[in-house]
């Protein structure tokens, strides 16, 4: 009943930018927190970034100063602005929203996305 979207990723070389998207749709209420996560091969999967539903950002220490994440909240869309991408950038990133459902009110669920890889290599 509710579906998270991305687009975005693809092949870039080391100092290059990217632009992911999210788009989440279907029996949506209310969404509270949106973010990306990023898994390597052979890796846990980490949290790269998140956002509110008041546009209160995280980071991932790693990615400060590099990656901007926004939303558009009429759209029910995420946003990650990558720039300055080094190959340890390179992983399938992972869109997540926690909202409710119409069937659900009150109750707050994580979602996923399928992943879009993002390549970083000369």
């Known amino acids: 009943q509710v579906q998270l979207v991305e687009s975005g990723g693809g092949l870039v070389q080391p100092g290059g930018s990217l632009r992911l998207s999210c788009a989440a749709s279907?029996?949506?209420?209310?969404?509270?927190?949106m973010g990306w996560y990023r898994q390597a091969p052979g890796e846990q999967r980490e949290l790269v970034a998140t956002i509110s539903s008041g546009d209160s950002t995280n980071y991932a220490d790693s990615v400060k100063g590099r990656f901007t994440i926004s939303r558009d909240n009429a759209k029910n869309t995420v946003y990650l602005q990558m720039n300055m991408l080094k190959p340890e950038d390179t992983a399938v990133y992972y869109c997540?929203?926690?909202?409710?459902?119409?069937?659900?009110?009150?109750?707050?669920?994580?979602?996923w996305g399928q992943g879009t890889q993002v390549t970083v290599s000369s």
């Open positions: 997540n929203a926690r909202l409710s459902t119409y069937s659900r009110m009150y109750y707050a669920g994580d979602y």
């Open positions: 279907g029996n949506i209420f209310s969404i509270y927190a």
